[in-house]
């Protein structure tokens, strides 16, 4: 299996990881990488997460059979309208943006604009970290981890069968959603927890984190991410996001109501569904 | 150092650690098991966490230096009650309950009564996970971790010393509370994390949980724990914990009302202060 040249803008922790993980399995002719910052591309090259790296994106895309967009969400739909003009006919735009719904209609927009000369899929791996850089990208980043596809409707099937064949030589799954289903759901799984674990970092006051062991630094791990990153993904999936923070809130307000009244069947009730619910999906 | 004759009641995790901790450093003459189900006894011994197990308390105690209370909180009062009539002149009573305020002033009413022939200090090791039986056990889980210690004005200083050598001697650094202060901190750093937890694992929809990648397992792992030993843990520690509680309410009311507003600067902030309060404190 072979997927041509692929270029990736933006060579981070997802760009490299999938950099590396075509150049180690030989599933690609070449990989170039674009970034604005020398520095990163040098490390990318160095770690061997691409074979080329420039700044210039113009002529790392018209060669490209695949071009994948591993930058900030905000930055997405910019790019493509810069890119598309200049990519080969037939050639597969993809992205790894934490949202779909604003990303699939932007870019869909870009590409009736430019006559449908080449094809955009939709993806988002649902692997990372808190940590950013390509310094630590791996190779098995994706190994056994979810890859949601959002192709529309105006995508050939040939294109998405060419990313879920991409997606599945990277070690991944691949599900297909409509966007709008995607959305949804990374707001419960990714981005409530984001927000929930930097609300609980912010209520704890500077000397009580000495005291904090295993359970805190777990519940708190997210927190760390970059902010710019997740300030972006929460202004493109606002509503759901808001709509999983009311009912968390919802939740916690019953929590301490029944606290309060000494209720405590029903707070052990609270509990034990917890512990059920997620003994039987995170094993 | 030696701390002689040590009974253990309750050889689960936390138990079965101290013991596995004493015998394995050569710390104690004698490590006594003392649990109501021979099954967990026998798995004590098998790993040499206890030298002898047994399910009669009154023999057990009667021979310590020290016992250890290691069983869920709301056990600790009543099970104090039934062993210092038999317990040592001299003797120390710790345990390592989760909230101290109840507990030391029961515990301090019981010793009153008894005529202070022997002497009580509260403690907390903030170490475990959300696993529990002593085939979770491990000789150096203190190692690094904070015990807190609580001491009564009516606890000799010796009595003290003693304890936090053990805790030392274990590999914990011991920092001396008030038992009101311990529940305060607690509250923040390991309850509220756990109701947190428990919250946002129970409004994620079944279908959802597919999805979740190490950042929902991460920030959820907590719920995973014993739902008994949290509600009772929740009962000793209601004010404190609803005042948590109330807080972090607050605080995500704050995100939700700036979300919703599209106030992106002020989101941006918030996850900034979370990610600078995170990393300085949790490297």
Chains 1, 2 share one sequence.
């Not at 210039?56 to 695949?66: K, L, P, Q, W, Y």
């Not at 006919?89 to 990303?103: E, H, N, P, Q, W």
Request: charged share 25%; aromatic share 6%; with cysteine.
């Amino acid at each position: 299996m072979n997927f041509g040249i692929v270029t990736i803008i933006g060579t981070g922790l997802i760009g490299g990881s999938i950099g590396l993980g075509l150049k180690q399995r030989g599933l690609a002719t070449l990989v170039i990488g674009v970034g604005h910052r020398k520095l990163s591309l040098d490390k990318a090259l160095e770690i061997q997460a691409i074979d080329e790296g420039t700044c210039d994106i113009g002529t790392a895309v018209e060669r490209a059979d695949i071009v994948i967009l591993a930058t900030s969400v905000d930055l997405i739909p910019g790019l493509a309208k810069k890119i598309v003009p200049s990519m080969k006919r037939g050639a597969i735009l993809t992205d790894v943006g934490s949202t779909k719904g604003y990303i699939v209609s932007q870019l869909e927009d870009v590409l009736k604009e430019n006559g449908d000369t080449c094809y955009f899929i939709g993806a988002h791996p649902l692997a990372g970290s808190e940590q950013r850089g390509v310094e630590f990208a791996l190779p098995d980043l994706f190994e056994g981890s979810i890859c949601v596809l959002t192709p529309a409707n105006r995508s050939p099937k040939e294109c998405t069968k060419k990313i879920t064949d991409m997606w599945n030589a990277l070690g991944a799954k691949v599900k297909i959603l409509n966007p709008r289903a995607h959305d949804e759901i990374v707001a419960y799984i990714s981005h409530l927890p984001h927000f929930v674990a930097s609300g609980l970092t912010n209520v704890i006051n500077d000397e009580y984190w000495g005291y904090g062991a295993n359970g805190l630094k777990d519940t708190t791990r997210v927190a760390s991410g970059d902010p710019e990153l997740w300030a972006s993904i929460c202004k493109q999936n606002r509503l759901a996001l808001v709509s999983a923070l009311r009912q968390f809130s919802e939740e916690i307000k019953s929590m301490v109501k029944e606290i309060e009244e000494g209720n405590d069947n029903k707070v052990l009730e609270r509990l034990q569904r917890a512990k059920s619910v997620r003994d039987s999906y995170l094993k």
